[in-house]
């Protein structure tokens, strides 16, 4: 009976740090955007908010970006562009870990010389072009953030399935 016992205890135990782990991944991959009724700026999201109804405001500063610097919520910087890239990151036929370096900084070199391996394919910059928040000094809303990752799903298919093109 005592074996049972530690048998079941370790099954808990492992079902519970399971759901502990896919619970925390879940949170991390979801965006959360704060709708607040009366003006107020997050100073860690960099969100404001001027209206109960409007889409909350986000500043495309440095700061912002770099605040976006991990494989599961990723914004780069490509001339002066903002872009958003986090589900973009496995469609992307070089392979995620060509971009997530870049994660929450300036990646235009890297963009214009394709990693040092010559330049992107006109169909690379139409795609980057979509995951487009703004220009750098500026503000979008959440609304337009939302679109953008959503524009995802109209994007390339993931590596190696490229068959026109395998410059990117």
Known sequence: MKTENTIGLVGLVAV???VAFFSARYDSLVISVPFVSSPTTNTTSGLTNTSASASPSVNL??????RHSSASDCWIIVSKGVY??????????GGASRIIPYCG???????ATRGGNGTHSSSASADLAALRL???GSTT???TITQVNANV???IPQSGERE???DD
């Open 153 to 155: 799903s109209t994007l």
């Open 16 to 18: 519970v740090g399971i």
């Open 84 to 93: 958003a890239v986090t589900g973009y990151l496995t469609k992307h036929p």
């Open 61 to 66: 500063d440095v700061a912002t970006v770099a």
């Open 105 to 111: 900084k300036d990646a235009t070199t890297a963009f």
């Open 134 to 136: 703004g220009t750098l």
């Open 164 to 166: 026109d093109e395998d």
């Open 141 to 143: 809303t959440a609304n």
